[in-house]
């Protein structure tokens, strides 16, 4: 299963080299942004920076586009439900009962755009960044939160666990299916009801194993003295550098380009 989120790929590049809290900031100030775009203007200048931050980070396109393949039935069933539901505007193609009009056509390239722009631009933070210091950046972010009492350093904990594990369950759950294919189980039907059972044999074996992984993290931390709510503190300690004061700038560049968009569009 080549889904690249929660999954880090080292590289010798600009984006690997930011302080977390930088792409933590940019990546959710660019992913808000861009919700509020509404023309092919902003699309194309989305998909431009998309392409440029992706060369940035020196990660091969093809990472990408493997992920995109898992997606492809919720892009057509996405695709399918908002061109039949906008049934207004000039008529491009009439299907039998079915018409096609331009406001649907739009409606969902619109909807193809963002799903592939939001996979793009969160996976762009996880492939350069390091789970454990995806982790401090939160708890650093967040850390003005603990005055009213919130657990952020258990939190970030969270954070972390889950960002780490995500590629280690989506492997084993490769592995289990091998193993079933070994045994002569075929997964290449298209009865929904054959393969609901199919991957059951793939589910409920991984179910076991995610249980027994909860509990050697939880003896794990037990036996190093771990215990909620307790005030820690970190080895290493992050600083911003020059190149996340001129990141900044950029991204708020781009935020501000995307609401001049939004705002001549309105």
Request: glycine content about 4%; charged content about 15%; overall charge positive.
């Amino acid at each position: 299963m080549n889904i690249i989120l929660g999954e880090y790929i080292k590289k010798e590049s600009i984006l690997h080299q930011l302080d977390p809290r930088t792409k933590i900031i940019g990546s959710f100030s660019l992913i808000l942004s861009f919700l509020f775009i509404n023309t092919f203007i902003g699309y194309i200048i989305t998909g431009i920076l998309a392409f440029t931050l992706i060369l940035l980070s020196k990660i091969p396109l093809k990472e990408f586009l493997k992920s995109l393949k898992y997606l492809l039935y919720i892009l057509i069933f996405s695709s399918i439900f908002h061109i039949l539901s906008h049934q207004d505007g000039k008529l491009l193609l009439q299907l039998g009962k079915f018409s096609i009009y331009d406001s649907g056509l739009f409606s969902a390239l619109k909807i193809i755009f963002r799903i592939v722009f939001l996979l793009i631009f969160s996976s762009l933070l996880t492939l350069t960044t390091k789970p454990l210091d995806i982790a401090l950046g939160l708890e650093t972010l967040l850390s003005p939160l603990k005055k009213i009492g919130l657990p952020i350093q258990d939190f970030s904990l969270m954070i972390s666990i889950t960002l780490r594990f995500i590629p280690t369950i989506l492997q084993e759950a490769n592995t289990i299916k091998m193993a079933q294919q070994a045994r002569g189980e075929s997964f290449e039907g298209k009865n929904p009801f054959k393969k609901l059972y199919q991957y059951s044999l793939i589910l409920l074996p991984l179910l076991v194993s995610v249980i027994q992984k909860v509990e050697n993290i939880t003896l794990a931390m037990e036996a190093r003295a771990f215990h909620c709510g307790l005030e820690r503190t970190n080895f290493y300690q992050l600083k911003f550098q020059k190149r996340d004061y001129i990141a900044g700038f950029f991204i708020l560049l781009i935020i501000f380009l995307f609401l001049v968009l939004s705002l001549l569009h309105l």
